[in-house]
C-alpha cells in the first residue's frame, strides 16, 4: 500500500457513527426490538416508492437518481409487526426510553442538549422504510472526545429509527424483513478534525466505548455501522457508507486517499490529452455473431449493446486507482445502478470471447481511433441505454477529477459508487409526532468502561487483563450482583468470561444461558452448596437441561459440596491405587495425584480441602 503524507495531501475526514439502542420497544410504537428468522414472517405485501418534494419544492438528488430505477419493494411482516410498520397508522410519541439513554450519551460526550427536538422525515426511496423517509430528530450538539493526535469536535447527535433489514435482491427488485424497521438508533457526527487514518480509528473506537458505557447499546453484527467522510485538498468530499468492524476504517480511509490521489492525476492525463466523451449509440450489429458469451446471452434474450466513445481514455480506463479496481470499476459501478452486469471496455478486450476483428469493427461504429476507448453495454435495451449513459456521465466527470458521491465499503478495504451524496432537500418536518423536551437533569452520567476496569482492579483485585474482559463485556451487572453475595471476584469474573468461552469451545451449547441461570449458580456457591470447581459442571448440566432448577441440576450431577469425610475417602481411594508412585516419589508425586483426586470427586469438594487432605495422606505413607 503506497504511503502518502497526509499532512501534504491535506487529508480531511470526519466519522458518523449508527448505533441501536438495546430498549424494549420501537422508537414510534410498542413493537419489540427483537430480530425474528425470516422463516417466521406470516405475510408479505409490495411497495413502489418515489421521491416527494421538499417545503421549498426541490426533490433530493440522491433519492431522483434511486427514482429512475424502477423496482419492486417486498416486505415480511411478522405476528409482531404493527400498522406504524407497515405505513398504515401514524407513528407514536417517541419512546422515552430511547430519548433517556441519547441524552446519558450526550453527557458522556459533554454535549449541548436542544431545548425542543423536532422529529424530521428524512427521504429515503432505496426501499429500506415502507414509508419512504425514515424519521429522525436532533438531540444535542457540540461535544468533544480526545484522541491521541488531538481534540476531535462532536458536532450533533441525531435520535432516528433503524432500517429495515435487505435480505434477498432479484431482478424485480428488493425483499426487506420488517423486524430490524424502527429499532432506536443514534447517529453521532464528529467535525472534519481526523487527519490520519489511524486517528479515525482512534476516534470511533473511543466513541464506541462511550456508547457501550451506558450498558443500553445493542451488541453483535449489525448493530453499530461507522460510515466515514474523506476528502483530500485538490479532491472532493466522500462518504464511505456500511462499515461493520472498526479494523476496516483505517484501511479504507488509506485507499480513499490512494482513489482520490490517482483520479487526480487520470484527470490531469486527460487534460493533457484533450479528451472528451461522445454520444451513445447502439452497437447491435456489430457482436450479431459474437462468441462471447455474455453478450450473446443478452441477444439471446432480445437485449441490445450500446456503447460510448471515450476520446483520449485509451489505457487509462484500464488504469489502477484502487488494489484491483480500475477507472473502468467506477464506470461498471454506475452501470449496474441502472440494472446493467456490468461493461466491457477496449483496454481489456479481445477477451471474454470478443475478437479482435469485433474490436476493430466497434471502434469504427463509434468513430473511436487508436488513442481512444470505448465502453459497452449488453443488456434489455432500456436498461442497456440508461446504462451507457450513465458511463458517459462517469467520463465526463472523469476529466474534471474527482467527485463527490456516497460510497459503500468492501470488506477489502476498497469501497464501490452508490449514489450522490444527498442534499438538504431531503428532510422536512414530520407533521405526526409532537416535539419533546429532553431533561438532561433526569439521568445519570453512566460511568466510563475505562474507568469500571480500573475500579475492578483495584476494588476487587482482578488482573488488568480479566478486569477489561468483564468491563467491557456484557454481562457485568452479573458479576457485580455475584459479588455482592459474596462470590469470590475472581470466581465469578472468570466464571462468566472463560469458563463459557472454555464450554463453549466444547461445543457446549451456552446460548441456552440465561443471566437467572448464572445468578442461581453463584447462590449456591454464596451458601456454600457448591464448590468453585463444580461451576463449570453444572453450567454444561444447564445447557444441556435449561428448564431444571440448578440446585435440582446440581444434586442430579452429584455437585454438592462434599464434607471432609467424603474427600479423605476419595484421596485414600486414589493413593491406594498408585501406592508404587507415592512409595517411590513421596510429596514429588503430589501434582499428578492432585488432577486424579479432583476428577475422582467431579467438582464435588473446594480444591483447598482436597489439597490439604492429599498433602496429609501422603505424609502418612512416607
Not at 472534519?192 to 451506558?214: F, V, Y
Not at 466522500?238 to 484527470?267: F, P
Amino acid at each position: 500500500m503506497t504511503e502518502f503524507d497526509y499532512a501534504e495531501l491535506g487529508l480531511i475526514a470526519g466519522l458518523e457513527i449508527h448505533q441501536q439502542l438495546d430498549t424494549d420497544t420501537k422508537l414510534f410504537c410498542g413493537c419489540p426490538t427483537r430480530l425474528r428468522d425470516p422463516e417466521e414472517s406470516d405475510r408479505r405485501f409490495t411497495r413502489f416508492l418515489h421521491p416527494t418534494p421538499s417545503e421549498l419544492g426541490e426533490i433530493d438528488e440522491a433519492a431522483l437518481e434511486e427514482s429512475r430505477v424502477e423496482r419492486e419493494f417486498e416486505y415480511l411482516a411478522y405476528d409482531s409487526t404493527c400498522l406504524v410498520e407497515e405505513d398504515d397508522e401514524p407513528p407514536h410519541r417517541l419512546d422515552q426510553e430511547a430519548l433517556d439513554t441519547t441524552l446519558e450519551i450526550a453527557q458522556l460526550m459533554d454535549m449541548t442538549v436542544v431545548d425542543q427536538a423536532h422529529v424530521m422525515r428524512k427521504v429515503v426511496i432505496d426501499g429500506s422504510n415502507t414509508s419512504g423517509f425514515q424519521r429522525t430528530t436532533l438531540v444535542a450538539t457540540g461535544g468533544e472526545i480526545e484522541t491521541s493526535e488531538g481534540t476531535v469536535g462532536i458536532e450533533d447527535m441525531m435520535l432516528e429509527e433503524e432500517s429495515a433489514q435487505r435480505v434477498e435482491e432479484t431482478d424485480r427488485g428488493v425483499t426487506f424483513s420488517l423486524d430490524r424497521l424502527g429499532i432506536p438508533l443514534v447517529e453521532i457526527g464528529t467535525s472534519p478534525d481526523i487527519r490520519s487514518p489511524e486517528q479515525a480509528r482512534e476516534a470511533a473506537e473511543r466513541i464506541g466505548m462511550l456508547l457501550r458505557s451506558t450498558g443500553q447499546v445493542k451488541r453483535g453484527l449489525g448493530t453499530i455501522r461507522q460510515d466515514v467522510n474523506v476528502s483530500i485538498g485538490d479532491g472532493a468530499r466522500v462518504e464511505m457508507k456500511g462499515i461493520q468492524s472498526l479494523e476496516d476504517i483505517d484501511d479504507l480511509v488509506r485507499h480513499e486517499v490512494e482513489r482520490q490521489v490517482s483520479l487526480l492525476d487520470l484527470a490531469e492525463q486527460l487534460e493533457e490529452r484533450e479528451a472528451a466523451v461522445g454520444e451513445i449509440a447502439a452497437v447491435t450489429a456489430v457482436f450479431e455473431d459474437t462468441e462471447s458469451g455474455v453478450i450473446a446471452g443478452s441477444l439471446d434474450a432480445g437485449g441490445e449493446v450500446w456503447a460510448v466513445p471515450l476520446f483520449g481514455f485509451d489505457g487509462l480506463v484500464g488504469a489502477e486507482i484502487q488494489p484491483d479496481r480500475r477507472l473502468g470499476t467506477e464506470f461498471s459501478d454506475h452501470a449496474k445502478r441502472h440494472g446493467a452486469g456490468g461493461i466491457f471496455h477496449t483496454d481489456e478486450l479481445p477477451a471474454y470471447g470478443v475478437t479482435e476483428r469485433e474490436v476493430s469493427a466497434l471502434r469504427d461504429a463509434v468513430g473511436a481511433g487508436p488513442e481512444d476507448a470505448v465502453a459497452i453495454v449488453a443488456a434489455a435495451p432500456a436498461v442497456a441505454e440508461q446504462s451507457i449513459e450513465a458511463v458517459a456521465e462517469r467520463a465526463h466527470v472523469a476529466i474534471e477529477g474527482v467527485p463527490e458521491e456516497t460510497r459503500g465499503a468492501n470488506e477489502d478495504g476498497t469501497s464501490r459508487y452508490l449514489r450522490p451524496l444527498p442534499g438538504a432537500a431531503r428532510m422536512y418536518p414530520e407533521t405526526d409526532v409532537p416535539p419533546v423536551e429532553p431533561d438532561p437533569t433526569a439521568v445519570e452520567t453512566p460511568e466510563l468502561l475505562t474507568e469500571k476496569t480500573s475500579r475492578y482492579q483495584s476494588e476487587f483485585g482482578l488482573d488488568a487483563g480479566l478486569a477489561e474482559q468483564v468491563a467491557y463485556g456484557t454481562r457485568w451487572p452479573l458479576f457485580e450482583d455475584a459479588v455482592q453475595m459474596g462470590v469470590s471476584p475472581t470466581l465469578a469474573a472468570q466464571t462468566i468470561e472463560s469458563t463459557v468461552t472454555e464450554l463453549r469451545r466444547d461445543d457446549v451449547a451456552v446460548e441456552a444461558l440465561e443471566e437467572d441461570h448464572f445468578r442461581a449458580v453463584f447462590e449456591l456457591v454464596a451458601a456454600d452448596e457448591l464448590t468453585q470447581e463444580g461451576v463449570p459442571e453444572l453450567l454444561r448440566e444447564l445447557a444441556a437441561n435449561p428448564d431444571q432448577s440448578a440446585a435440582d441440576a446440581a444434586e442430579a450431577a452429584g455437585l454438592g459440596s462434599a464434607d471432609e469425610a467424603v474427600v479423605r475417602e476419595a484421596v485414600q481411594t486414589v493413593i491406594e491405587r498408585n501406592a508404587g508412585q507415592v512409595q517411590k516419589e513421596g510429596m514429588g508425586a503430589f501434582s499428578a495425584l492432585m488432577g486424579e483426586c479432583m476428577g475422582e470427586l467431579r467438582g464435588k469438594a473446594d480444591g483447598e480441602l482436597v489439597s490439604d487432605v492429599l498433602r496429609s495422606e501422603i505424609q502418612k505413607r512416607v
